[in-house]
C-alpha cells in the first residue's frame, strides 16, 4: 500500500506533516512508514512529496497529473457565465467530451474522503427520451385523469405549459445525470451537490449547457421505479439531478444579481443562551 524509495526521499518530512489522518511517522532511518488502519486513502503524502518519492494505494507519483497556475480572472469569468440551460440541441454529445465529463467526476471531494457516491448518466438520447416519456406521462395522467394534490402542488406554476405539452421537467436536454449517496456516508446531504457543482462548471468551461433540475429530483422521489430504471444501487438515494447537453441558446453577456448578505464577522462576546433559544435554535439547525 506505501512504498518509498529511499534514493529520492529527502526526509523533509512533509507527508508526515500533511497527513490528517496521522497514519505516517519516521522510523529509525528517518524514512516514512504507514500504519495503515488509519489511513483513508486521501493520497496527501502523495500530491506533497517534493521528490515524488513516495507510492500509496498503488499509485505512482509519474502518473499524477502537473499543478498549473490558473489565472483567477478566467475563473471567476467562467463562474459568473455559468447559466441554467433550458435549451438544447436534440442530439447526443460526442464522445470525448462525455468521456471527459465521467472522468473529472473522480476528482471531487467528499467528507472524509468516503469515496462511494453513484452516478448514473443517461448518455444516449433514446434512453433520455423513454425516461422523458415514462415521466412526462405519469405527470400528465396525475395532473388530469387522477389528479394528486402533491403533483397538483409542485407543477401548479406551470400547469398551462404541461398540458400544452412543454418539457417542464426534462427541458429536452438529451442527457441526464443522477447523484446518489449511501445514507451512511458521513457528509451525504453535501458530497452530491458539490459534485454537481464540479460538473456544470467543467461543463460550462466546455460550452455545454447544464441545469440543475428540482423537478425531476421530485419525480424521482414520488416514482420509485425511477430509481430501478437508473439502477441506483440498494442503499443509495438519489440526491440530485442535474440536466446537461448541446446548447441551443448562446449567452453574450453575464447577469448581474442582487448581492447576497455577506458580512465579515468581528470579534464579539459569546452570549449566555437560554434554554428555550437553545432548543428552537438546535430545531430550527436539524431542519
Ligand atoms: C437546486 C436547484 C434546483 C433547480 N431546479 C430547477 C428546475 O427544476 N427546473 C429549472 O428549469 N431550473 C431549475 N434550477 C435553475 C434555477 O431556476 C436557476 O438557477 C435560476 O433561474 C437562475 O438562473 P441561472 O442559474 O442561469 O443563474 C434549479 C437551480 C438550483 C440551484
Not at 104 to 123: E, Q, S, Y
Request: with cysteine.
Amino acid at each position: 500500500m506505501f512504498e518509498i524509495d529511499k534514493e529520492k526521499c529527502i526526509h523533509c518530512g512533509q507527508c508526515i506533516r500533511d497527513c490528517s489522518a496521522k497514519a505516517l511517522e519516521f522510523n529509525d532511518e528517518k524514512i516514512p512508514v504507514i500504519n495503515e488502519d488509519k489511513c483513508f486513502k486521501c493520497q496527501h503524502c502523495l500530491a506533497v512529496c517534493p521528490t515524488g518519492a513516495l507510492s500509496v494505494c498503488g499509485k505512482k507519483p509519474e502518473n499524477s497529473d502537473k499543478i498549473y497556475s490558473q489565472d483567477p480572472e478566467m475563473i471567476l469569468n467562467l463562474i459568473k457565465s455559468r447559466r441554467s440551460y433550458r435549451h438544447y440541441k436534440a442530439q447526443n454529445l460526442d464522445t470525448e467530451r462525455m468521456n471527459k465529463l465521467k472522468n473529472m467526476l473522480n476528482w471531487v471531494p467528499t467528507g472524509c474522503n468516503f469515496h462511494k457516491l453513484h452516478f448514473a448518466f443517461i448518455d444516449d438520447i433514446e434512453v433520455m427520451n423513454q425516461f422523458r416519456d415514462h415521466v412526462n406521462n405519469k405527470i400528465l395522467n396525475a395532473l388530469t385523469k387522477k389528479p394528486v394534490q402533491a403533483i397538483i402542488d409542485k407543477f401548479n406554476k406551470n400547469l398551462k405549459s404541461f398540458l400544452n405539452g412543454d418539457d417542464v421537467i426534462f427541458r429536452g436536454a438529451p442527457h441526464m445525470l443522477v447523484v446518489s449517496t449511501p445514507l451512511n456516508a458521513p457528509c451525504h446531504n453535501v458530497d452530491p451537490m458539490i459534485a454537481l457543482s464540479y460538473f456544470e462548471l467543467y461543463a460550462q468551461s466546455m460550452n455545454i449547457g447544464t441545469c440543475w433540475c428540482g423537478f425531476a429530483q421530485f419525480c424521482m422521489m414520488v416514482m420509485p421505479e425511477l430509481s430501478e430504471y437508473l439502477q441506483i444501487p440498494k442503499g443509495y438515494k438519489a440526491s440530485y439531478v442535474m440536466l446537461f447537453g448541446e446548447p441551443d441558446i448562446k449567452y453574450a453577456r453575464t447577469v448581474q444579481p442582487e448581492p447576497f448578505e455577506i458580512v465579515s464577522v468581528k470579534k464579539g462576546e459569546f452570549k449566555k443562551i437560554g434554554l428555550k433559544d437553545k432548543i428552537l435554535r438546535y430545531f430550527w439547525n436539524l431542519k
